[in-house]
Nanobody, 125 residues
């Protein structure tokens, strides 16, 4: 019913920049929040950044000052601008969204948590 599709990953040298995009499509009534997580080999998935529909943001300490999350809610799209990339930023980056998928005529919300398929970011030293 709902799909999240990420794009923008790739190989970049240390100090470089990448901009990730995540587009949500399907039966979407409202998006409460969108976020980016990452998972490096042998490590648990961790939060990178999250943004609410009201524009509040939160970042992992490891990326503060280097990463900016933003959204275009009219396009159901989230972005992650990553600057000054480091080799330790290498990971698969996943988009996450909390979406109200209520049916037409339904009064109350039906919230689900969705994940994208991930996009690889590799930072060479």
């Amino acid at each position: 019913q709902v799909q999240l599709v990420e794009s923008g990953g790739g190989l970049v040298q240390a100090g470089g920049s990448l901009r990730l995009s995540c587009v949500a499509s399907g039966r979407i009534f409202r998006i409460n929040a969108m976020g980016w997580y990452r998972q490096a080999p042998g490590r648990q998935r961790e939060l990178v950044a999250v943004i609410t529909s009201g524009g509040s943001t939160s970042y992992a300490e490891s990326v503060k000052g280097r990463v900016t999350i933003s959204t275009d809610m009219a396009k159901n799209t989230a972005y992650l601008q990553m600057n000054s990339l480091k080799p330790e930023d290498t990971a698969v980056y996943y988009c996450n969204a909390q979406i109200d998928v209520r049916a037409s005529g339904q009064l109350g919300p039906t919230w689900y948590n969705y994940w994208g398929q991930g996009t690889q970011v590799t930072v060479s030293s």
